[in-house]
Every structure is written in C-alpha cells, then in structure tokens.
Nanobody, 115 residues
Framework: QVQLVESGGGLVQAGGSLRLSCAASGIIFSVNAMGWYRQAPGKQREWVAAITSGGSTNYADSVKGRFIISRDNAKNTVYLQMNSLKPEDTAVYYC?????????WGQGTQVTVSS
C-alpha cells in the first residue's frame, strides 16, 4: 500500500524559509522521479519542483531560484527547501510521483506565508 506523508509546513513571514519533507512507503522509491505540488485556496493543484531518480532537478518558473528539491533514497524521503517565501506561496503542499501516473495523494502540509 502506497503512503506519502508530508510534513514541515507552518506559518512563516514573507522572506522566511521552511523545509518540507515527504516520506514514502510501499513503493520502490529510488527508481521514481518525485515531485512537489501545491494547491492554493480556490485554485487547481500545480506542479512546483521535480527530481529524477538520478538527481536531476526542474522547477516551475514561479519558484526557480528560491526552492530546492532533494532526495534521500536511503530514507525514502524527498525534501523541499523553500527560501525567500512570498505570500503567493501559501498553499497545501503535496509530494507525488512525477512524469508517471500519480499515486494516491497524501494529506499534504499547509504552508502559510504572511505579508
């Protein structure tokens, strides 16, 4: 049974930083490209960042230069370091597979950036 558990969200002032974690179980984590996604109130879920099994990364233009995605295959965990946060980054953040059909979505972790 696939399980994705996101954590690390919270309330932060604009310009601040947060580090999100996503622990995966029930999958062969190391072979999967993984991504972070977010959904703001009243908006559709959007892709934010991705990392391949080989460690190559890609970012949405809105977060490029501010967010860093990484992974630890030994811990079956993918991370999102978020710097220089803006109010428009406020959303529920999720992780899931990238470039393939998504697994069942986890609960996500709420990130709120105050101005």
């Amino acid at each position: 049974q696939v399980q994705l558990v996101e954590s690390g969200g919270g309330l932060v002032q604009a310009g601040g930083s947060l580090r999100l974690s996503c622990a995966a179980s029930g999958i062969i984590f190391s072979v999967n490209a993984m991504g972070w996604y977010r959904q703001a109130p009243g908006k559709q879920r959007e892709w934010v960042a991705a990392i391949t099994s080989g460690g190559s990364t890609n970012y949405a233009d809105s977060v490029k230069g501010r967010f860093i995605i990484s992974r630890d295959n030994a811990k079956n965990t993918v991370y999102l370091q978020m710097n220089s946060l803006k109010p428009e980054d406020t959303a529920v953040y999720y992780c899931n597979r990238r470039y393939s059909s998504p697994y069942s979505w986890g609960q996500g972790t709420q990130v709120t950036v105050s101005s």
